[in-house]
């Protein structure tokens, strides 16, 4: 089956850290790119990362030196490591994937005191 799936998400205070997960099957997953997407409640979805076919990563300039995209082609793993979390991270993480036109059902990140 063609998916991404999240997981990893969860309730966290401010200034701490936590990693999400996307995994992937059904396609070969080192030919291509994926992204973090998330949106928050009442507000459009926004784009935090990518990492690209070869391993180059790119940020949003909120999240910019606080996450961190990484792959791991042999296991089909995507991970955004997120540090110094602020109540403004709050929102449902998405993993996509745009050429198949592939996105992941989501996971809630809540950055919370």
């Known amino acids: 089956q063609v998916q991404l799936v999240e997981s990893g998400g969860g309730l966290v205070q401010p200034g701490g850290s936590l990693g999400l997960l996307c995994a992937a099957s059904?396609?070969?997953?080192?030919?291509?790119?994926f992204n973090w997407y998330r949106q928050a409640p009442g507000k459009q979805r926004e784009w935090v990362a990518t990492i690209a076919r070869g391993g180059t990563a790119t940020y949003a300039n909120s999240v910019k030196d606080r996450f961190t995209v990484s792959r791991d082609n042999a296991k089909k793993l995507v991970y955004l490591q997120m540090s110094r979390l602020k109540p403004e991270d709050t929102a449902v993480y998405h993993c996509?994937?745009?050429?198949?036109?592939?996105w992941g059902q989501g996971t809630q990140v809540t950055v919370s005191s």
């Open positions: 059904g396609f070969v997953f080192s030919g291509y790119g």
């Open positions: 996509n994937q745009p050429q198949l036109g592939l």
